[in-house]
C-alpha cells in the first residue's frame, strides 16, 4: 500500500509541476479534461494517497525510535 500511494504522489506532483510552469494539466489532457469522470477518480486516489503518505511521516520515525 505505501508504495502505491507513494507512486499516487510522484503522479500527483508532477502533473501539479506541469500545470505550475506549463498551465498543462497531464490528467486532464489524458483522461478527457478535469471535468471527466475518470479524472476526477484520479484527482481522489492522488489526494487519498498523500494523505497515506503523511503516516509514512510518523511510522519512519517511530522506527527509528523503537530501534535504539
Known sequence: MDT????LSIIGSINWGLV???K??????IFGGQDAVISRI????????GLWCI??????GRQA????
Request: hydrophobic fraction near 70%; charge should be negative; glycine fraction near 10%.
Open 65 to 68: 525510535i523503537d530501534a535504539e
Open 4 to 7: 502505491i500511494a507513494l507512486i
Open 55 to 60: 503516516t509514512l511521516l510518523f511510522r519512519r
Open 24 to 29: 498543462f494539466d497531464l490528467v486532464a489532457w
Open 20 to 22: 505550475g510552469l506549463f
Open 42 to 49: 484520479i484527482y481522489g486516489l492522488v489526494g487519498l494517497a
